[in-house]
């Protein structure tokens, strides 16, 4: 009896700290959260027309489409960002020929050393070579830019939520500050060196719009680069970079399911088999 | 286990006997997991998940062994190492996402596991000791999960380590030195993430000496049943195998359906991306959630708000912080006493009226709500919420499951497990009308559970 | 009779869905196994070819440098046309591995020798690379942990290594520039 006594009065104990001390001065101090107005702005990631060619349980990568993001990357975004986890070879993956793929490293200056002085100096890429970080580190990064750092792209769709979307709708979604915003907070003021996106976190990003006008990069393959397309390329280029193995996952995972589903029933037949003798026998 | 009809193992030839007289292994197995095992025969499939949690923990060990192969634990690499792994090494992919899914799944394995005997009561007398090692492997199962989300070294993995270690903190006198101690510094960084390494690597294999004294402990009263009446004869009970291992087959099939659905198709949806930005001692992410196993005691930890002070005088007697951090560990402390809260003759809820509308209507929702508001942003209406829930939380285990236990009036129950499967029992005294008793609601049919 | 033929196909059918379930998951066992065995084979980045370029118009005759080819030592060596002529004296057919020095120095080469410094019986680096070393019997390379004695080709020629060190694949980019891989 003694523990159980005990139990209600620590129990009870435990509340009445609860209820008078927080939850009551709580509830009479009673007030969401005030965020600035401003926020109410800030829209979740919208999907370019007809969505990605990955997506889905049967997705498979858009080669093309991935070769011409890569164009986009290296053509735009590599002038500040970099992507270290995925090395030139990996290219092959896009459809890219070994020799396309030794072309296209030697394109690219990567951190050597002169093997007869042993300064640090710059050499062409080989295959074997990560992709260069564009700033020597975060401190020259942060100089250059407006003491923004660039981040690193390898896994931006993965570090966002609905990361690829995000991509696209952040690098197609620059505006001017909605007028509306001006009508309902007219402090409302995009600070000086930031840039209105209604996709970013605080919907004010460090970054000047990148991708600025049609045709700003001529695409081989003849697809004609909108702003829009030019950001649903990138988009699904830096989701391969993110999780390379993405389309191959999801091809393994239905062999696997197949072959579970199959063992399931099998398992499930054999039990009803061997509890068939246990059933009830009604009278 | 001692149920006078247990079947005996008998080797069959030359070579079985001699390894039995040598090392009577098979034996032992034959008489935990074999056919020498006499299991009540009317156990629902809410009895599947302790074996199917012992399969998770070997999930764990392998894939676990298999990443620390490929693993750096140095906070120059760590994180590079764990793209490696998604990366380059062969399969790897399918090792990381099999292992940080393979936890997910083990605790909700564990929970099913957990809130089964909530429900049926199965901590109760005779089998107390078979729930207190349950709750010391939940507890363990706890740190080690703690201590592998920080291995990845991403935005998640540090603040997470700076949050937790932060509890200590609030302890008083000693507090701020024993969390520099933990961690090896005065923030997470080289030290904290190799003794981490070191620790998670170490404790799933104590976790598995404890599951070995959890199952030996079961055997000695041998398992619990929905109704919550003990074995009477040799009719209640079928042997383990074949009986069981068919049906925690069948189980295990279905457990594997669901856990592969989610490691090849969902792989990232029970984490959160801010881990995949490597860690940033500079920033933190708008809002730190623990891993979603954690969120109803990160909820309890944040319901306390305010200091307890003296009324008017505005002298502190305990800080917020530490009133949070009791609260917390507090809340699966009770777990330890529970076997001496509930003093009902009664085990299984579907016999206790009273006990079941406050399990459905009271203790799930409960834990529910503490789990969404975990993961909300530490502000209103979620704080409320959350105080309430705490509030109910220790109501119901310290304060209404005695008193219940003490004012119910129980449903009768069937004589014996034989009668609540077959409907009817030959043994019952005055049996051809044993199946009209369930309506006579007479308490004195009640059987003592010894 | 009839009772106990359908008794009999009875439990052949049980036993059938039973067998089928344990083999099933059987094979299922053996499949996941697969993943966990090949993890640990090389990754990608290990397997994934390199190169390494050396600049061999520093090497004077007689001497050698050594530098790195997949994280394994390489030596390169510029012959002395002595031991260019003391390698063609040998009779090949005398040799365990039968390569003559042209075989090993490749087509419009005269005197750069590169081999791998990895000794062919146990993996040890051989002597004879710098200056001073131990160069064996033969004047070549020798390698200290067994004592395989290698001639100025790189060829085996005593002690228990099997074949001569071994030649990877090269070729110059320029006069005074080789690409080894």
Redesign the interface.
Same mark, same amino acid.
């Given at each position: 009896m003694s523990? %159980?006594l005990g139990?209600?009065i620590?129990? =009870?104990g #435990?509340?009445g #700290? =609860?209820?008078f001390? !927080?939850?009551l001065? /709580?509830?009479i101090n009673?007030?969401?959260?005030e965020k600035p107005d401003y926020y109410a702005f800030k829209e979740k990631p919208i999907a370019p027309e007809g969505g990605f060619s990955f997506e889905g349980?049967f997705g498979k990568w858009d080669n093309a489409q991935l070769q011409r993001g890569y164009q986009v990357y290296k053509e735009v975004c590599a002038a500040c960002h970099g992507l270290k986890?995925v090395?030139f %070879?990996?290219l092959s993956e896009l459809g890219y020929s070994e020799a396309e793929v030794q072309a296209e490293a030697a394109n690219w200056t990567v951190p050597g050393i002169d093997?007869?002085t042993g300064e640090t100096t710059t050499r062409p890429g &080989?295959? $074997?070579d990560q992709f260069p970080s564009p700033f020597a580190n975060d401190v020259a990064a942060a100089a250059a830019n407006n003491n923004a750092i660039p981040?690193d792209l !390898? =896994?931006m769709t &993965?570090? %966002? @939520?609905d /990361?690829t979307n995000y991509v696209y709708s952040l690098l197609a979604g620059y505006g001017e500050a909605d007028p509306e915003i001006a009508a309902t907070v007219p402090e409302f003021e995009t600070p000086a060196g930031l840039y209105f996106n209604k996709y970013f976190?605080n919907v004010n990003i460090a970054m000047a719009p990148p991708i600025v006008i049609d045709g700003q990069v001529t695409y081989a393959d003849g697809t004609e680069a909108t702003v829009n397309q030019m950001s649903a390329d990138v988009a699904a280029f830096l989701t391969w970079t993110?999780?390379? +193995?993405l389309v191959k996952?999801?091809q $393994? /995972?239905w062999p696997?399911?197949g072959?579970?589903?199959?063992? +399931?029933i099998?398992?499930?037949? !054999?039990?009803k088999?061997?509890?068939a003798g246990?059933k009830? @026998?009604? &009278? | 286990m001692s149920f006078a009809w247990a079947k005996q193992y008998e080797p069959k030839n030359d070579f079985t006997k001699w390894i039995d007289e040598k090392l009577p292994l098979p034996r032992l197995v034959y008489n935990a997991v074999g056919a020498g095992y006499p299991v009540p025969r009317n156990l629902n499939y809410m009895w599947n998940f302790g074996v199917l949690a012992g399969f998770c923990l070997m999930i764990q060990i392998i894939t676990g062994v298999i990443l620390a192969m490929h693993y750096a634990a140095n906070t120059e690499v760590a994180f590079a190492t764990t793209e490696h792994i998604m990366r380059n090494v062969n399969s790897g992919w399918l090792m990381r996402y099999a292992h940080a899914n393979g936890a997910s799944f083990f605790f909700i394995v564990i929970y099913l596991h957990i809130f089964r005997g909530l429900y049926y009561s199965s901590y109760k007398a005779p089998r107390e000791m078979i729930w207190l090692l349950g709750v010391v492997i939940f507890l363990l199962m706890m740190a080690t999960a703690f201590m592998g989300y920080v291995l990845p070294w991403g935005q998640m993995s540090f603040w997470g380590a700076k949050v937790i270690t932060g509890l200590f903190g609030a302890i008083p006198l000693v507090g701020e030195s024993l969390q520099t101690w933990l961690l090896g510094g005065f923030a997470p960084d080289n030290a904290a993430l190799n003794r981490f390494f070191s620790l998670h690597f170490l404790l799933p294999f104590v976790i598995a000496g404890v599951v070995i004294l959890h199952i030996w402990a079961l055997h000695i009263p041998g398992s619990s049943n929905p109704t919550g009446i003990e074995v009477k004869k040799e009719s209640d009970t079928v042997p383990f195998h074949p009986y069981y291992t068919a049906k925690d087959g069948f189980g295990l099939g279905i457990f594997l359906l669901a856990f592969t659905f989610m490691v090849f198709f969902l792989p990232n949806m029970l984490g959160h991306p801010d881990n995949y930005i490597e860690a940033n001692p500079l920033s933190t992410p708008a809002l730190i959630v623990p891993e979603w196993y954690f969120l109803p005691f990160y909820a309890i930890l944040r319901a306390f708000t305010d200091d307890l002070t003296i009324p008017f005088t505005g002298i502190v007697l305990i800080q917020a912080k530490l009133l949070g951090v009791i609260a917390m560990f507090g809340s699966i402390l009770v777990w330890f006493i529970l076997p001496w809260l509930d003093k009902s003759p009664v085990r299984s809820g579907h016999y206790r009226p009273m006990f079941k509308k406050f399990f459905w209507f009271g203790l799930i929702p409960c834990m529910a709500l503490l789990t969404y508001c975990g993961g909300a942003p530490a502000e209103q209406p979620y704080v409320l919420l959350s105080q309430i829930a705490t509030a109910y939380y220790f109501l119901h285990f310290l304060v209404i499951l005695p008193i219940v236990s003490q004012i119910e009036v129980p449903k009768p129950l069937p004589y014996s497990i034989t009668e609540s499967v077959l409907g009817s029992d030959d043994a019952a005294p005055g049996n051809s009308a044993s199946s009209g008793a369930k309506g006579a609601g007479e308490a004195g049919s009640l059987q003592p559970a010894e | 009779m009839a009772d106990a033929n359908e008794a009999n196909e009875g439990v052949r059918r049980r036993d059938f869905i039973h067998v089928a379930a344990l083999s099933t998951a059987g094979v299922g066992a053996a499949a996941s196994a697969l993943p966990l065995v090949t993890q640990m084979a090389p990754s990608a980045d290990v397997l994934a070819e390199s190169t390494t370029d050396v600049d061999v118009s520093a090497i004077e005759a007689g001497q050698s440098i050594k530098t790195i080819f997949r994280k394994q030592p390489l030596f390169v060596k510029r012959l002395t046309p002595e031991e260019i002529a003391e390698a063609n004296e040998v009779d090949v057919a005398d040799l365990r591995d039968q390569e003559s020095l042209t075989d090993r120095l490749g087509e419009g080469n005269e005197d750069i020798l590169v081999t791998m410094g990895v000794c062919t019986h146990l993996g040890c680096v051989p002597l004879g690379a710098a200056e001073g070393e131990n160069k064996g019997e033969y004047g070549g390379y020798f390698c200290p942990c067994h004592g395989s004695h290698y001639d100025s080709a790189g060829r085996i020629r005593k002690g228990p290594a099997p074949t001569n060190l071994v030649v990877p694949d090269f070729a110059f980019t320029s006069e005074s520039v080789i690409r080894v891989g």
């Open positions: 523990i %159980r139990a209600i620590a129990g =009870l #435990i509340v #700290i =609860l209820f001390w !927080s939850l001065p /709580g509830a009673y007030a969401p959260p349980p986890f090395a %070879r990996n093997p007869n &080989k295959p $074997t981040p !390898s =896994l &993965k570090a %966002r @939520k /990361g976190s993110a999780e390379p +193995t996952r999801k $393994t /995972g696997v399911l072959f579970l589903l199959f063992a +399931t099998l398992a499930y037949l !054999s039990k088999q061997i509890w246990l009830p @026998k009604k &009278k | - | -």
